[in-house]
């Protein structure tokens, strides 16, 4: 069984986009994870400004993965796909977790990685900078701090009707500084990615290399 080592899994949906939840539904099928543990979340929708919608968004997950009192919440947006086998997501996602245990704040299963350190494992990144919020995991006594910044985030961009306003605000921008000071971690070859698809930040078909 796939994800095996997460309590709970949460993924961030709007209610328009029931093509993005069907496509989900079918990949965690595939990837044969146990549906007792996942969670649909309604995400916020602003057409007009999709990051401050983003960012609300994951606030409201990390919210949920607080009152369940998950040790491991698995957090995804929809439009999560695999390209490796089950058996490598156990084996990396088991390895992390009891290599690094107590000592982690936050760990992505994939994203863009700009700068990284090579830790003791050679398939662990230490994340200075990395973007993509598709899948990660936050240590329950992290959450504050992560919900923090992307409350800053939201307080700042508050007048902000427009996507454009708020472009630097993105969940992934807004969370560097984080990573820069605090316990991040990446597997280095991405177990989780992004499928290709319009953005409904942005408006716009994104194609994705990681």
């Not at 973007?131 to 939201?154: K, M, S, T």
Request: aromatic letters at 12%.
């Amino acid at each position: 069984m796939s994800l095996s080592q997460f309590d709970g899994i949460v993924y961030i949906n709007l209610d328009r986009r029931t093509d993005r939840k069907e496509a989900l539904t079918k990949e965690l099928k595939r990837l044969k994870v146990d549906f007792s543990k996942v969670h649909r979340l309604q995400a916020v929708d602003l057409p007009l400004n999709g990051v401050r919608g983003c960012l609300l968004s994951h606030i409201k997950a990390l919210d949920f993965v607080k009152s369940q009192g998950w040790k491991r919440g698995l957090i995804l947006e929809d439009d999560v796909t695999c390209y490796c086998s089950k058996a490598k997501i156990e084996r990396e996602t088991k390895r992390f977790f009891v290599l690094f245990d107590g000592v982690w704040d936050v760990y992505l299963l994939g994203g863009a990685y700009f700068e990284v350190y090579h830790t003791y494992v050679e398939q662990v990144y230490r994340l200075r900078i990395a973007h993509r919020a598709h899948a990660y995991v936050v240590h329950p006594e992290y959450i504050p701090a992560l919900r923090d910044c992307f409350q800053e985030a939201v307080d700042q961009t508050r007048d902000h009707l427009f996507l454009q306003q708020s472009a630097g605000f993105a969940t992934d921008a807004v969370w560097e500084k984080l990573q820069q000071k605090d316990r991040w971690f990446g597997c280095k070859d991405r177990l989780l990615n992004q499928s290709d698809g319009v953005s409904d930040i942005e408006g716009i078909f994104k194609t994705y290399r990681h």
